[in-house]
């Protein structure tokens, strides 16, 4: 079975500052797709950034991007010059190639100080 | 359309009620998804259908019986619900698995229960 790990509970960052938000997993498998979803208040699911097993370049969407260390199983997201508006809780999920299950680390909080 | 919709967004029902929470996209997408999510938890599968077709039962119980009329609607029907099963309830859909898996899921903004 397939594990997702986020090891922060709450973290807290400076607006304009940057932050990096932890994720491990536990995977058998060499294909799959590692993902970064956002939850705000409003409670909706926000895809954030996405990242392909076999791709060796780490994915970037505009201020977010990711660390993604294969044979250490880590994929850590990293965002920059924080804004309020990215205060919610963070999800890691991974899915397997060809599955249509999707698995989601417990989460971390994170607060943007003005 | 780049939605799934939800409806009832808040519901609030008794023990001996029968409900139902809808779930809607136009998006193409052939797998549909229900996840429960207590407050401070990550979201937890309960069911995936995979063109129409039930592929994933993460053994919930009987109380909640998914249904899935056609490829843009996903039923939850709920029936003799307890206080515990009180949460978000989220509905996400993808292209199946044998499709772009590598995009994720789009979720809708979820049903808040209540069970009282």
């Known amino acids: 079975a397939q594990t997702v790990t986020q090891s922060q509970p709450e973290m807290s960052v400076q607006e304009a500052e940057t932050v990096t938000l932890s994720c491990t997993y536990d995977t058998s498998e060499s294909d799959y797709y590692l993902f970064w979803y956002k939850q705000p208040p409003s409670r909706q699911m926000i895809l954030v950034i996405r990242q392909e097993a076999y791709k060796q370049q780490n994915a970037t969407e505009n201020r977010f991007s990711v660390n993604f260390q294969k044979a250490a199983k880590s994929f850590s997201l990293k965002i920059s010059d924080s804004q309020l508006g990215d205060a919610a809780m963070y999800f890691c999920a991974y899915r397997m190639h060809n599955n249509n299950d999707m698995r989601f680390g417990a989460g971390t909080r994170l607060t943007v100080k003005p | 359309d780049t939605e799934v919709t939800q409806t009832p967004k808040h519901l609030v029902m008794g023990m001996t009620n029968k409900k139902s929470l809808k779930c809607e996209q136009h998006?193409?997408?052939?797998?549909m998804y229900w996840y429960k999510q207590k407050a401070k938890k990550p979201p937890e599968l309960m069911f995936v259908?995979?063109?129409?077709?039930?592929?994933i039962n993460e053994s919930v119980p009987s109380r909640f019986s998914p249904e899935c009329p056609n490829s843009s609607l996903l039923n939850l029907h709920l029936h003799a619900l307890q206080p515990e099963d009180s949460a978000l309830y989220l509905c996400?859909?993808?292209?199946?698995?044998?499709?772009?898996?590598?995009?994720?899921?789009?979720f809708g903004s979820g049903t808040r229960l209540t069970v009282v």
């Open positions: 996400a859909s993808s292209h199946p698995g044998q499709g772009p898996t590598n995009y994720g899921y789009t």
């Open positions: 259908y995979s063109y129409e077709k039930l592929s």
């Open positions: 998006m193409g997408h052939r797998a």
